[in-house]
T-cell receptor
């Protein structure tokens, strides 16, 4: 499975934008880039996913580098409720939908 | 919709005991998954199912068994519990394999002593 590399932790102030980076230099052409987050004591929650183009939804934006070797999850205005572990995951587009979780980035949001 | 539900929320087992973790979803999803999460780590896939009657192994299947007799239910069986199975177990489901998000349950915290 193609691997991803994320910083262990990041900090942000409330109401400010947050850019969470992810490197995936061995990504294949059929791999989708998925982001999930896990709030304390809860199961993971889907955030966003994309293949080649930048994507936006109500939760976040996903910016994908032109060579697809890196991506950035953007939270436009962080709130205290966004404090969570964020996982960047490559999913093989060949089916099965199996997700391989790394250790993710712990995002801390301060007032 | 209740989404994905898991029972029990917590359980303590003695070494060698067996138990079944229950998972149900009411979204008519074809795909279901079992993951475990050890402290400070990401989730690891134990087993998954692409439909009733079809199951397959994930990354860490040893010590576990699953069955999928209905679309809604996907129980995980632990035989001869060991301390290494102390973990938080998450069940998830998705509409299909390609590109659909996975919905996770709240988890079952299992301690084997």
């Amino acid at each position: 499975d193609a691997k991803t590399t994320q910083p262990n932790s990041m900090e942000s102030n409330e109401e400010e934008p947050v850019h969470l980076p992810c490197n995936h230099s061995t990504i294949s052409g059929t791999d989708y880039i998925h982001w999930y987050r896990q709030l304390p004591s809860q199961g993971p929650e889907y955030v966003i996913h994309g293949l080649t183009s930048n994507v936006n939804n109500r939760m976040a934006s996903l910016a994908i580098a032109e060579d697809r070797k890196s991506s950035t999850l953007i939270l436009h205005r962080a709130t205290l409720r966004d404090a969570a572990v964020y996982y960047c995951i490559l999913r093989d587009g060949g089916g099965g939908n199996k997700l391989t979780f790394g250790t993710g980035t712990q995002l801390k949001v301060e007032l | 919709n209740a989404g994905v539900t898991q029972t029990p929320k917590f359980r303590i087992l003695k070494i060698g005991q067996s138990m079944t973790l229950q998972c149900a979803q009411d979204m008519n999803h074809n795909y279901m998954y079992w993951y475990r999460q050890d402290p400070g780590m990401g989730l690891k896939l134990i087993y998954y199912s692409v439909g009733a009657g079809i199951t397959d192994k994930g990354e860490v299947p040893n010590g576990y068994n699953v069955s999928r007799s209905t679309t809604e239910d996907f129980p995980l069986r632990l035989e001869l519990a060991a301390p290494s199975q102390t973990s938080v177990y998450f069940c998830a489901s998705s509409l299909s394999g390609r590109g659909y998000e996975q919905y996770f349950g709240p988890g079952t915290r299992l301690t084997v002593t």
